[in-house]
């Protein structure tokens, strides 16, 4: 299966892994619209990924966002730039809104299974990308794909982004990633994989020095994008910093593992 965005931008079908990128939270318009501009210089055609509400917060104190509607509006304007867009939603009220301004909807992890938001994003007629639980087997998630596609909407992606291995700790099986591949097309979510549940006490922890060799891995299984969140300062970021990519490793690695997608799909 094979979705295009753009004549520039595919995933899936063999073509080069497509890069999803961007903060975990949209923070400011300023902000967003120069790490989309910074990402774009480095990358090429790429998806931007910025959350307008982060309903899942650790704590209760936690930046959540700006909101729906100042979100989307925020999204809107990058997308009238030319950028693609990606965001997640939470309730199936949001999904009509957000596909105005979004080419791709995304299903939280935590939110997987459940099915009126599954079906109100493929009501929506976007490419909807489906993150699998930390709980559910990579077997499994085609039938949260299933209830998507129920709609006649067959644009879905899935996305590993590590399974529950204890308290604080989260685990990545390769062998998941072509389980999934062989019903849709698949993204590695090479951030949130490294990211430490609930380890900094009411904030998440993470170990970034594990982004590189989890991505060479992963696109040498032959995933179809990669899912970075990515920041100028990540020690400075309202959330998920202590797991995020720094902005200036961006380029390096993107070579790096073109260089072995390359090889992948060749044969």
């Known amino acids: 299966m094979r979705i295009d965005l753009s004549p520039s931008l595919s995933i899936g079908d063999n073509a080069p892994f497509a890069l999803i990128a961007g903060p975990c939270v949209i923070e400011s318009e300023e902000h967003v619209h120069f790490l989309a501009g910074r990402i774009a210089q480095i990358a090429g055609p790429f998806v931007f990924k910025a959350s307008f509400d982060k309903a899942n917060r650790s704590s209760v104190s936690s930046y959540r966002g700006p909101g729906l509607v100042e979100g989307l509006r925020i999204l809107a304007g990058l997308k009238a730039k030319g950028h693609f867009i990606l965001t997640d939603i939470h309730e199936p009220s949001q999904a009509e809104p957000a596909a105005e301004a979004a080419d791709i909807l995304q299903i939280p992890a935590f939110l997987c299974r459940q099915t009126d938001l599954l079906v109100a994003a493929g ?79 009411s904030a998440s922890g993470g170990q970034p020095r594990f982004i590189e060799p989890l991505s060479r891995a992963a696109v040498a299984v032959g995933i179809d994008a990669l899912f970075l969140e990515v920041h100028e300062a990540p020690e400075r970021a309202l959330s998920d910093g202590a797991n995020a990519l720094r902005l200036d490793l961006l380029g390096p690695l993107l070579g790096r593992l073109r260089t072995i997608d390359g090889l992948v799909k060749r044969f």
């Open 123 to 201: 009501r929506t007629g976007r490419v909807v990308n489906i993150k699998k639980g930390q709980f559910v087997a990579p077997e499994d998630i085609h039938l949260a794909a299933e209830k998507v596609a129920s709609t006649g909407n067959n644009k879905v992606l899935l996305t590993e982004r590590g399974a529950a291995f204890g308290y604080h700790s989260l685990v990545v099986d390769m062998r998941g990633l072509a389980i999934m591949r062989e019903s849709r097309p698949v993204v590695f979510d090479a951030t949130h994989s490294v990211q430490m549940p609930g380890a900094s006490g």
